[in-house]
């Protein structure tokens, strides 16, 4: 332990982080940029090609963001997964999504773990961070280390940290995001620390790694049951003709004890429509059920529907059916100004209009064209947004409210807008909220 917490100390051990996505692209550059060597595995080898040549994949964060790191002869990057043996430090940032049961798929989190034991050594600190429930660290990762013969605490360091990304956000960023770090183990727990606070201005330790995961869920459920209050909130408010929108500004006012959520046309990204769902299945083994994620999720997934539903009494309103109708939706992001379209439900409005007849084309200016999901494999391009375009559909939808958008455009030609982020607010058109 001495000889990784001296190396962490002076800056010299190598810190390897598994899976170069939205979480651990930003987490390589804050140890770079504290001047320690770092080397990157991907199973995608488009993604360390393009590292190689200085390229950002992650078009939020600015096209030269991992130029220095590149440059500064302190920067690897891998699919080889046999390099991990180089590393004194490794930080698992893999996906967890979730079944077509809601069920957790830790098939990522399993195949890290396998890799990195292929090569576990002796003063070895490995950490995850992937979202999770309660006791994956110790349950799921662990026991492919032990089975190596090494033991955690003594051989080697295991720990969890969870990540507070939030893509696009401009008034923090990773190292300013303050970090929870649990141990499996009290040693596990010292190592882990010492080596976040090389990189991250505010860590903060926990007892555990178990207290580590549970809080990273109950801030993800936090949000999705806040969320799904206001949109139920927004569903009542319309149908006295209340606009929830005021409503909210105006309860946002009291200094205490009231935080604002706004409504939307669902949950999206890879956090707050599945994370909540791994406490769910991790409950049942204890015995309990969790209602409030169950209802906020039952509420959350409505919201396309809910959207859909105002987009038909709308087009109603002018003589229309949805049948035969041209309809544009605005936005396919799940939130602003970012190129993120994991559980965006744009998708979903955009397939359930096409159920109905409708003829549906999509912009984003951050989503040039669809690719193949899990879910979904829509096959569309971005159409031009353009003064003639927004003329020609009997519906324009707003689903997303990239800063990019002219809305006085928007009110100005489209015939008719379905507004469902209040995006239209002071600006002169036909426009029904949703
Ligand atoms: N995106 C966010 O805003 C955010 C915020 C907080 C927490 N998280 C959590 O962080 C984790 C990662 O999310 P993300 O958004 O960065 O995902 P991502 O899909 O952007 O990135 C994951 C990366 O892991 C790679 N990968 C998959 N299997 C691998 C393997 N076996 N070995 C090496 N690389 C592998 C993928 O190719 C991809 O590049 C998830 O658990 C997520 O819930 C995400």
């Known amino acids: 332990m001495a000889d990784l917490l001296s190396k962490i100390a002076d800056g010299t ?32 080898p488009r993604k360390i090609e393009a590292l190689h040549r200085g390229e950002n994949y ?21 699919t080889d997964v046999m390099r991990m043996g180089e590393c004194d430090a490794l930080i698992s940032c893999v ?38 429930y309660p006791r994956t660290t110790r349950e799921v990762m662990q026991p492919h280390f032990e089975a190596k013969g090494l033991k955690c605490g003594v051989d080697y360091y295991l720990a969890y940290s969870p990540e507070r990304e939030d893509p696009g956000r401009k008034d923090h960023n990773t190292q300013t995001i303050p970090k929870l770090v649990g141990g499996i183990d009290a040693r596990s727990g ?6 976040y606070r090389k990189a991250i201005k505010q860590v ?11 809080a990273k869920l109950l801030e993800n459920i936090y949000r999705a049951v806040n969320i799904a209050l206001v949109n139920e909130m927004k569903i009542v408010l319309q149908a006295m003709g209340i606009d929830v929108w005021e409503v909210v500004e105006a309860a946002k006012t009291k200094p205490f004890g009231f935080q604002a959520f706004y409504p939307g046309p669902g949950l999206g990204g890879h956090c707050i429509p599945i994370d909540p769902y791994y406490l769910t299945w991790k409950a049942r083994e204890v015995g309990h059920t969790t209602r409030f994620i169950e209802l ?3 509420v959350n997934r409505g919201m396309p529907d809910y959207v859909v539903n105002r987009t038909m009494l709308a087009l109603n ?33 955009i397939e359930k209009l096409e159920h109905l007849g409708a003829e549906v084309d999509y912009n984003d200016p951050h989503v040039p064209a669809t690719h193949k999901m899990r879910h979904h494999d829509l096959q569309m391009t971005s159409v031009e947004f353009s003064p003639e375009k927004l003329a020609g559909y009997d519906c324009v939808v707003v689903a997303t409210n990239h800063a990019a958008y002219d809305w006085t455009a928007v009110g100005k030609h489209a015939k008719l807008i379905v507004d469902t982020r209040n995006a239209m607010r002071g600006v002169k058109g036909n426009v029904v909220q949703a």
């Open 13 to 44: 051990a190598v810190v390897g982080v598994i899976g170069l996505g939205y979480v651990g692209l930003p987490l390589m550059r804050a140890f770079n940029q504290a001047g320690m060597k770092v080397v990157g595995f991907d199973v995608d």
């Open 58 to 78: 992650l078009k939020h964060l600015g096209e030269d963001y991992v130029k220095n790191m590149v440059a500064s002869g302190k920067f690897d990057a891998t």
């Open 95 to 132: 996906p967890t999504p979730l079944g077509v049961h809601l069920e957790p798929d830790l098939a990522y989190v399993e195949a890290t773990a396998l890799d990195i034991a292929k090569t576990l050594r002796k003063g070895q600190l490995v950490v995850l961070e992937s979202s999770t």
């Open 190 to 195: 010292e190592v882990a620390v010492a080596l």
């Open 204 to 214: 903060v330790p926990v007892s555990t790694a178990e207290v580590a995961e549970a």
């Open 296 to 298: 906020a999720g039952e």
């Open 317 to 349: 309103g002018e003589g229309k059916a949805i049948k035969g109708s041209r309809i544009l939706v605005l936005g396919l992001a799940y939130k602003p100004d970012v190129d993120d379209v994991r559980e965006s439900p744009s998708f979903e409005i």
